[in-house]
């Protein structure tokens, strides 16, 4: 068992975390939420005194145990620096990247194009962003059910909940925003890509 990471694993899992925690920002600063464990975090943020990088490491800490005990060591400590830094990241970018105006739309856009890109980047580098990306990473290897899917289904318990606290506009958005983020992970990225970042890698490996 080699913990050690490369720098091309360093690179991958770093770029990531910024383009994760970009997405954040983008949403929050429009109200918006999204799916998954980052989507209750948000959600939670708006209605309790904590913030959303607390909130999305506590809600992730059951998913991190269920990390190491079936996808072994080395996915759950790279799943671990993607979820601290995630946490450490969006609150820092939240403090300097402003914005004087940022309409529902274009937040729901940005956020989920980049976080498609963080996801996959993460995904590929043979980690998570923790919560349901681990289930749906688990998933995928044991039926070939794609993680994305199974996002999306995820999503949509998010989004109930979310329909009691957000405006109708804010829920679409949000919801917009998601199908964005899920697209993207469904159309480019095969669970055969995670362990090196490299496409076809596994399929290659396994053939």
Same mark, same amino acid.
């Given at each position: 068992?080699?913990?050690? &990471?490369?720098?091309? /694993?360093?690179?991958?899992? %770093?770029?990531?975390?910024? &383009?994760?925690?970009?997405?954040?920002?983008?949403? =929050?600063?429009?109200?918006?939420?999204?799916?998954?464990?980052?989507? +209750? !975090?948000?959600?939670?943020?708006?209605?309790?005194?904590?913030?959303?990088?607390?909130?999305?490491?506590?809600?992730?800490?059951?998913?991190?145990?269920? %990390?190491?005990?079936?996808? #072994?060591?080395?996915? !759950?400590?790279?799943?671990?620096?993607?979820?601290?830094?995630?946490?450490?990241?969006?609150?820092?970018?939240?403090?300097?990247?402003?914005?004087?105006?940022?309409? %529902?739309?274009? !937040?729901?856009?940005? #956020? #989920?194009?980049?976080?498609?890109?963080?996801?996959? !980047?993460?995904?590929?580098?043979?980690?998570?962003?923790? #919560?349901?990306? +681990?289930?749906?990473?688990?998933?995928?290897? =044991?039926?070939?059910? =794609?993680?994305?899917?199974?996002?999306?289904? @995820?999503?949509?318990?998010?989004?109930?909940?979310?329909?009691? @606290?957000?405006?109708?506009?804010?829920?679409?958005?949000?919801?917009?925003?998601?199908?964005?983020?899920?697209?993207?992970?469904?159309?480019?990225? /095969?669970?055969?890509?995670? =362990?090196?970042?490299?496409?076809?890698?596994?399929?290659?490996?396994?053939?």
């Amino acid at each position: 068992m080699n913990l050690r &990471m490369s720098i091309f /694993d360093v690179q991958g899992l %770093a770029f990531g975390i910024v &383009m994760t925690s970009l997405s954040v920002v983008f949403l =929050k600063a429009a109200g918006l939420v999204t799916g998954q464990t980052a989507g +209750i !975090a948000l959600l939670l943020s708006y209605v309790l005194p904590l913030s959303f990088g607390a909130l999305f490491f506590l809600i992730g800490i059951p998913f991190l145990i269920l %990390a190491w005990v079936k996808r #072994g060591p080395v996915f !759950a400590i790279r799943t671990i620096i993607a979820v601290v830094g995630i946490s450490l990241v969006s609150q820092l970018l939240g403090k300097i990247v402003l914005f004087d105006r940022l309409d %529902a739309p274009i !937040a729901a856009i940005l #956020g #989920g194009a980049t976080s498609g890109m963080g996801l996959i !980047a993460i995904f590929r580098h043979n980690a998570s962003a923790g #919560g349901m990306t +681990i289930l749906g990473i688990i998933l995928e290897h =044991k039926t070939g059910f =794609k993680a994305g899917w199974f996002q999306l289904s @995820v999503d949509a318990a998010v989004f109930l909940a979310a329909a009691f @606290v957000l405006s109708p506009a804010q829920l679409f958005y949000s919801f917009l925003g998601a199908i964005i983020t899920n697209l993207a992970i469904v159309w480019n990225f /095969d669970v055969a890509q995670s =362990k090196t970042g490299r496409p076809g890698y596994g399929r290659a490996a396994n053939e």
